[in-house]
């Protein structure tokens, strides 16, 4: 089985897929792909407009969804929060 196949299946520990895309593609340009979505993710998270997935995960961009988890399209779909007026109980 080849490490891109592993990869999609879901079967290689998250830790190890950088290493071993560098083995394939080289150091700049895993490095570079990973440095850009870290990027892009925090971007948008400190901008508030990470979005959330229907099992209530945040939702990245597409580049790291296919090299993460192999998950179905309806749980990776985006979904919008609902506005909500219950902020706690009072004190």
């Known amino acids: 089985m080849t ?12 830790v ?10 080289g150091d700049f340009v895993v490095t570079e792909a990973i440095r ?4 892009e ?12 997935t229907r099992t209530g995960g945040i939702l990245v961009p ?4 296919a090299s993460t988890l192999a998950v179905s399209r309806a749980a990776a779909a985006p979904v919008s929060g ?3 007026t219950f902020f706690g109980d009072p004190v």
């Open 3 to 14: 490490v891109v196949s592993l990869i999609r299946e879901g079967k290689l520990d998250p």
């Open 16 to 25: 190890d897929v950088p290493n071993d895309l560098r083995r394939l593609f």
């Open 36 to 39: 850009k979505t870290a990027q």
């Open 41 to 52: 993710l925090g971007g948008n998270i400190q901008q508030g407009n990470q979005g959330y």
């Open 62 to 65: 597409a580049a790291a969804a």
């Open 82 to 84: 609902s506005r909500h």
